[in-house]
């Protein structure tokens, strides 16, 4: 019988040494003379026990990680035996990091073949784009509307407002339009998705595609992620030979067409406008919004344009899910979110979880602290745009709301984490710095602001005037905040003003501190 | 592994651009496909460019300039790439940064007299739960610490 050995493709896999793994495990099989079927899957995002290496058996499928070219033999053995092993962590499904989550969105990611549609089948993909093709616009709508869905890019706008729209408008040509321009530090759960579970973001996109009446679609991922951009082109060539991509799609009278576009670098390129214009070929200069890209999109047309989270929510939604998705989580935030814990953590990684569950349980409960061992001092939400939050307010749950009531976004769900060596108002200059060199240039706040803000945090830290100067910052977020024309120059403030306020300490000594110590 | 890039060719490099010449806002597209083949994108390409989209110099020129991937000459033999977004730094990203500036003699951005190594900031692999990650030439590295940076490092001057 075929011994079948999954070893992840992801990225993050690779870069600790997945595909070495996968090629001595496959010299010793050979060896063995072992008939030997290697999968490629994606992460199952436990990223510490990374590269994590399964093979099936009667009991399920038992996992073994971290595993090295080094141990890859050992592990092989012991694959073979059954005998335990220290890098044996049981069955993957069980272990505890992975069972406590709730994995709607991600429930076939690390582990089907991304690149074999009839293993997207087995485990259950298609079924709500059948369901689509059978029902109208209107209740594909009435679905995404109940679900309670809200952009899962970072701005949380309901999902099945914005479809509406596009479908009541009229136009010559539609458009849908992937968001994959990750660029916030501490997120990788598109990357995720799309090198491990492409089909379900294409499938997500058809269903659009059919709610509004569109035709063509575009996905656009940044350059950094060569392997994503790799994955989704064999995904949608593998699509169209199957007959769920293209013309009259299971053979139905709905056409659909996609079309990977790679970013070039830059940043401010996440922001919606910006991305149509670079689609359109332009310099990625965002827009004045109204029109709304739902109005007035790419090339002009009524568009449709969502985060790849998003997309890959609404095949399970479609397939008879809208209430069970929105069953889950809290308040106005329905569903589950694939929050990702990043930086200085020790258990890093992909966490799918309803909504609701606080900031302290993720970081030290879930996280487990710092990989260096020190005491966690501050951690960033939603990227290099989202605030710092200390461990007083670790009881804040994850949630839109939440968030939003104490001056900070979950954004793409990223959260970094730093130990006590951080220095706050380095990672102020940062945040400015950062703005500046990613502005589009288009409006006085953003461009001059971030300039201004920076050169102004350098006094800061060499103690000059120090009350006057972080006046002066900020005033100048206050003018970036309400004056910005889009979320790059509106939210820089949030990682500044955070530190400021909750990291004082940071930027040079407090005139009310100098008192209290005469 | 060293990319090898063909030398500027005019003809070249109108096939590269009548190749995709003919998809929507394909502006991007082109300057992708001229850098992946020359390893930059020739100024010679931009008026090119330009009369095959029916677009002015000066747009094609605002393009090129505006996105941080285009070059407008050959980078070194290697190109290090070193991811220095806050995930790295909170795992100790900036101080490996430094010593491979301090290392190669040159600053990010830069690339060595002998134009054998590149080193470049990236802002975010999405490798953010391995940091602190680098890319040498297209492949990834992450959990990266002393050792492992100094051992690219020899690599990519070899």
């Known amino acids: 019988m075929t011994m079948r050995v999954y070893v992840s493709r992801d990225a993050g896999a690779v870069a600790v040494g997945a595909d070495k793994v996968a090629l001595v495990l496959g010299l010793a099989a050979s060896k063995h003379g072992l008939d030997i079927e290697i999968v490629r899957t994606g992460s199952r995002g436990l990223y510490w026990l990374e590269p994590m290496v399964e093979v099936a058996t009667p009991q399920g499928r038992i996992a073994f990680g971290p595993v090295t070219e080094f141990n890859a033999n050992s592990v092989l053995d012991a694959m073979i035996s059954g005998s335990p092993h220290p890098l044996r962590l049981g069955v993957a499904d069980e272990i505890p990091w992975l069972k406590r989550q709730t994995r709607l969105t991600f429930a076939r990611c690390g582990v089907i073949d991304p690149r074999a549609l009839a293993d997207y089948r087995a485990h259950g993909g298609y079924k709500g784009l059948e369901r689509a093709l059978t029902l109208g616009s209107d209740d594909i709508l009435a679905d995404v509307t109940a679900s309670g869905l809200r952009g899962r890019g970072g701005a949380g706008f309901p999902t099945g407002i914005k479809w509406k729209t596009v479908a009541q408008a009229s136009a010559d040509r539609k458009f849908i339009v992937c968001n994959a321009d990750e660029g916030d530090s501490g997120t990788f759960a598109d990357r995720m998705i799309i090198e491990g579970d492409p089909f379900v973001v294409i499938e997500g996109m058809t269903i ?88 007035k999109g790419l090339f002009g047309k009524p568009t449709v344009i969502n985060n790849v989270l998003s997309f890959a929510a609404i095949p399970f939604i479609l397939a008879g899910g809208a209430k069970a998705y929105a069953d889950y989580g809290m308040g106005r935030s329905r569903g589950t979110m694939p929050i990702q814990l990043a930086g200085n953590i ?37 990227g290099p745009l989202g605030a710092y939050f200390p461990r007083e307010l670790f009881d804040t749950p994850f949630d839109y709301e939440a968030f939003a009531a104490r001056d900070g976004l979950i954004g793409h769900g990223g959260i970094v984490v730093f130990d006590d060596s951080v220095d706050m108002a380095k990672q102020a ?13 288009k409006c006085t706040p953003c461009r001059i602001g971030s300039t201004r803000g920076v050169e102004t945090i350098d006094k800061i830290r060499r103690s000059e005037r120090v009350a006057e100067n972080l006046a002066v910052v900020e005033d100048l977020c206050n003018t970036m905040k309400f004056g910005s024309l889009c979320a790059l120059g509106g939210f820089t403030p949030y990682p500044v003003m955070s530190a400021l306020k909750h990291f004082r300490e940071d930027f040079g000594p407090a005139p009310t501190r100098l008192e209290a110590a005469e | 592994m060293t990319s090898v890039y063909e030398p500027w060719d005019t003809a070249r490099g109108a096939e590269i651009i009548a190749e995709h010449a003919q998809l929507e806002g394909a502006t991007i597209v082109i300057l992708h496909a001229l850098q992946e083949a020359f390893g930059y994108v020739p100024e010679a390409a931009i008026p090119m460019v330009a009369s095959a989209l029916n677009l002015s110099r000066a747009e094609v020129h605002g393009v090129f300039t505006f996105y941080h991937d285009f070059r407008k000459k050959p980078a070194g033999r290697h190109v290090l790439k070193l991811c220095c977004a806050e995930a790295c730094q909170a795992a100790g990203g900036d101080r490996l940064a430094a010593r491979a500036e301090a290392k190669l003699g040159i600053a990010l951005g830069d690339t060595t007299a002998d134009e054998r190594v590149t080193l470049e900031p990236i802002y975010c692999l999405g490798l953010c739960a391995t940091a602190p990650s680098a890319m040498l030439d297209g492949r990834l590295v992450g959990r990266l610490d002393e050792k492992r940076i100094d051992a690219l490092l020899a690599e990519a001057q070899r």
């Open chain 1, 429 to 441: 200059r940062f945040a400015m710095e950062f703005c500046a060199v990613e502005s589009c240039g």
């Open chain 1, 346 to 382: 020790r258990h890093g990684g992909l966490f799918e979880t309803a909504f609701g569950i606080t900031l302290g349980e993720l970081v030290d409960d879930v996280g487990g602290g710092t990989f260096t061992g020190r005491p966690v001092r501050a951690v960033q939400v939603g």
């Open chain 1, 208 to 295: 659009a595609s059919i709610a509004v009446g569109a035709s063509k679609g575009y996905i656009y991922i940044r350059s950094e992620y060569p392997h994503a951009v790799g994955a989704m082109n064999a995904a949608i060539t593998a699509a169209k030979r199957g007959g769920t991509l293209g013309a009259r799609i299971g053979g139905s009278n709905h056409s659909f067409d996609l079309e990977v576009r790679v970013g070039a670098g830059a940043y401010v390129c996440g922001e919606e406008t910006s991305l149509l214009e670079s689609l359109e070929g332009r310099r990625g200069i965002v827009r004045a919004k109204p029109p709304l890209p739902a109005h």
